[in-house]
Nanobody
Framework: QVQLVESGGGLVQPGGSLRLSCAAS????????MAWYRQAPGKQRELVAR???????NYADSVKGRFTISRDNAKKTVYLQMNSLEPEDTAVYYC??????????????WGQGTQVTVSS
């Protein structure tokens, strides 16, 4: 089995910062793309940022210049540093990863989600 466990969400004032973490565990052979998605109330889930196995990144236009995705392959962890947060960033943030586990082809895995609320 593979698990993705997120942490780091919470309540922050506009202009503030948060750092999300997502750690993968289980019988993992390789981790390919890792990404953060978010879903605000009444809206579809959207891609926030993605990082591949050689740390090439891409971002949603709405977060470029404010958010930074990174990964630590030794720790099987992906991070999302969020700066200059805006109320529009309020959402549940989900970790996603393309993982190959022992004895199986690669598959998509999701974390349980962590709430980020930006409000004064």
């Amino acid at each position: 089995q593979v698990q993705l466990v997120e942490s780091g969400g919470g309540l922050v004032q506009p202009g503030g910062s948060l750092r999300l973490s997502c750690a993968a565990s289980g019988s993992i052979v390789s981790i390919y793309n890792m990404a953060w998605y978010r879903q605000a109330p009444g809206k579809q889930r959207e891609l926030v940022a993605r990082i591949n196995s050689v740390s090439s990144t891409n971002y949603a236009d709405s977060v470029k210049g404010r958010f930074t995705i990174s990964r630590d392959n030794a720790k099987k962890t992906v991070y999302l540093q969020m700066n200059s947060l805006e109320p529009e960033d309020t959402a549940v943030y989900y970790c996603n990863a393309d993982i190959r586990r022992v004895g199986a082809p690669s598959a998509d895995y999701w974390g349980q989600g962590t709430q980020v609320t930006v409000s004064s």
